[in-house]
């Protein structure tokens, strides 16, 4: 114990001179003798323009924008893989950043919150952060520095649990054991209750057609669920750690819901295809190595695929088979490129591919003259396919943090657009096709270079209020 207090200390002075010098405390400002208020006036802020000079983010573009995301996750990265350093989990840090023209930062200050820390838990979270500081200079050279304010979490907060109530409802072991009127009960709501495998007591209720087994410690779903009750219609064992062949279903026809996020899991489990009448599969958050279509295939009532922050780099061509589908969830992959064949799910009224690497959308999107919401954001997209005008029923657009330099002209075809989001992008011209879009009822333009610092005194403020005439809320 004395060796690793040693090891601790030695690591946290060998970084001091460094932290003390550039990464400090917000509240040791006074103390350290460093004026905030000096930094404050000697680097500009990264978005706004000052003296009539471009912003920083103007003269850069978007590759200002795209490299604080990449860093975004960098850092989160960075969190996970050494979590183990953390004396704790769940803090918020606020952080202040100067930095040098060269890309070095002058300097950093950092606040923590949110939980309870000693003076010496506050140091290793301090220590934490300088080590990402040094290894990770910003990767490119302005004209004249900047600052950026950020916000992050250190680690997962432990959720509290919440007990669901209602009619029919029971939430806890003892509740479930203790009723008199188990044909009652049509929901167990078993989350956060520490259970490393399925109690006994579920098997009891006739009636019981959901049951959410969320934020426990299951290593298995057994058989006996999907066998013995029958009434059983959702399942939900969102982030447990259940590994791949340790989910066994067995065939049936009541269930249609079934969660499986947050798992262990690399692969779609084969006994998924015994849910004949499965409408709803939820896989995100686990590390899928591909997706198995075959397996999918044979459910062919499912209308709703998550596949959200699934570790996925490319969809198999084989995802056009898929006909039934409705709503198809891509967050947070690493896509680079979208295949053809999605325009082949003839049925998708809403598709969410935001938080990847597309640089484009494929033109073939424009056969699903069913698709409704279309989420693209945070990406590096730069313009729409012509063949967009036939998307006619298509009602939200949303393609902020982006690459556009001009809203494209194929917007002005879609007549049922109700809500459009460029936040982020680069734009430098108004969107005037917008004005003839009689359904449309929010439009967000916010952080473009369109305005320069105020939108009803640019030359677009007319725009802006035939917009709002038309009763649509125009976000900049």
């Known amino acids: 114990m004395k060796r690793w207090i040693l090891l601790l200390l030695f690591g946290v002075l060998t970084v001091s001179g460094w932290a003390q010098d550039r990464i400090v405390l917000l509240r040791d400002t006074t103390r350290l003798n460093l004026s905030l208020a000096e930094l404050i006036k000697k680097y500009p802020p990264a978005f706004a323009r000052t003296a009539g000079e471009k912003s920083v983010f103007e003269r850069h573009g978007k590759m200002f924008m795209d490299t604080i995301n990449t860093r975004t996750q960098q850092f989160f990265s960075y969190v996970e893989r050494n979590k183990k350093q953390l004396p704790l989990t769940g803090v918020m840090i606020n952080t202040w950043e100067f930095v040098r023209a060269d890309g070095a930062y002058d300097r950093v200050f950092c606040e923590f919150s949110g939980r309870e820390l000693t003076d010496q838990q506050e140091g290793q979270f301090l220590q934490f952060v300088a080590q990402w500081y040094g290894q990770h200079p910003f990767p490119f050279k302005t004209t004249s520095g900047f600052r950026w304010q950020s916000m992050s979490i250190l680690g997962s907060i432990p959720p509290k649990r919440v007990a669901r109530t209602g009619p029919g409802t029971i939430s806890t072991l003892e509740a479930a054991e203790k009723t008199t009127r188990p044909d009652t009960v049509t929901a167990l709501a078993f989350n956060q209750l520490g ?140 896509f680079t490129k979208l295949p053809d064949e999605l325009g082949r799910m003839k049925r998708l009224e809403q598709l969410a591919v935001a938080h990847n690497d597309l640089h484009d959308l494929p033109p073939s999107l424009a056969r699903l003259r069913r698709l409704q919401v279309l989420f693209a954001h945070h990406n590096r997209i730069s313009q729409l396919p012509d063949q967009y005008k036939k998307l006619q029923q298509l009602r939200v657009l949303d393609l902020g943090y982006n690459w556009f330099n001009a809203v494209p002209a194929v917007l002005g075809s879609l007549p049922a657009l109700e809500e459009v989001d460029f936040n982020n992008n680069n734009l430098r011209a108004f969107p005037t096709m917008l004005t003839s879009l009689r359904n449309l009822k929010k439009v967000y333009l916010g952080s473009n270079p369109l305005f320069g610092n105020e939108a009803m005194s640019s030359p677009y403020a007319n725009q802006i209020r035939q917009l709002e005439a038309n009763k649509t809320q125009v976000t900049y």
């Open 195 to 334: 259970l490393s495998s399925i109690p006994e007591v579920v098997y009891r209720f006739p009636k019981l057609a959901e049951l959410d087994l969320t934020r426990n410690n299951l290593h298995e779903l057994p058989a006996r669920l999907t066998a013995d009750i029958r009434t059983l219609k959702r399942l939900s064992v969102l982030f447990n750690s259940i590994p791949d062949d340790s989910v066994f279903i067995t065939r049936n026809k009541h269930l249609v819901s079934l969660n499986l996020q947050g798992n262990k899991l690399t692969r779609i489990p084969a006994s998924v295809r015994q849910n004949r009448r499965l409408e709803s599969l939820w896989m995100g958050n686990n590390q899928l190595a591909n997706v198995d279509i075959k397996t999918l295939r044979r459910l062919r009532r499912l209308t709703d695929l998550n596949l959200y922050s699934a570790g996925l780099t490319q969809l198999p061509k084989t995802i056009g088979r898929l006909k039934h589908v409705k709503v198809l969830d891509l967050y947070y992959n690493k």
